[in-house]
């Protein structure tokens, strides 16, 4: 298995900071090294919010990513923000419900997923973060789906379990 080094990214209260968990308990419970770093700005909910996740079979030597295999926003600014730093022949998923500009790599893969839209049919656009994710494992491989319902059942809240892999789900389907 390959490094792959994430970068999630959006505004506070989107949930950048549980998805990146979510998959870092994952890596965890599959043996992987981890490394799981959240930034965010001082005013939380409603600010940028962004969280470095490494998984690898080797040794983490530094917890900071500057140059993402994978980036995943949720809004705009993040990707102005990090779009050049992503690696050659990267990866880049979006929600582009609320990312209002294509992508300007042409030497990156690109996603497009209407996170918002999706999780709103689902009955809550809380749970959009959940649908990215979905994507990101389904198109890495990081780690197995299952590890990653597993993860989310050990270490989320039992009422959303259910909610949580239908949109897991739904955003595993973009990439299929």
């Known amino acids: 298995m390959a490094t792959q080094e994430m970068l999630f990214a959006g505004f506070g209260g989107q949930g950048i900071l549980s998805m990146a968990k979510f998959l870092?308990?994952?890596g965890m419970d599959d043996n992987l090294s981890v490394s799981w770093l959240p930034s965010y700005g001082p005013e939380m909910r409603g600010g940028t919010a962004n969280c470095s996740v490494?998984?690898?079979d080797?040794?983490?030597g530094s917890p900071i990513v500057i140059s993402p295999d994978s980036l995943i926003v949720?809004?705009?600014p993040s990707l102005d923000k990090f779009e050049d730093s992503i690696k050659?022949?990267?990866?880049?998923?979006?929600?582009?419900d609320l990312v209002t500009r294509e992508a300007k790599r042409e030497d990156i893969e690109v996603i497009k997923?209407?996170?918002?839209t999706e999780a709103a049919k689902l009955g809550s656009t809380k749970i959009a973060n959940m649908v990215l994710?979905?994507?990101?494992?389904a198109k890495t491989k990081i780690v197995e789906m299952d590890v990653l319902l597993g993860a989310l059942r050990d270490h989320g809240k039992e009422k959303f379990f259910e909610l949580n892999k239908?949109?897991?789900?739904?955003?595993?389907?973009?990439v299929k």
């Open 133 to 137: 994710l979905g994507a990101v494992v």
């Open 74 to 76: 949720m809004n705009r």
């Open 58 to 60: 080797e040794s983490v």
């Open 54 to 56: 490494i998984l690898t």
């Open 88 to 96: 050659k022949n990267g990866l880049l998923i979006m929600d582009c």
């Open 113 to 116: 997923i209407p996170a918002q």
């Open 24 to 26: 870092a308990y994952a």
């Open 166 to 174: 239908k949109a897991l789900e739904v955003g595993a389907s973009y």
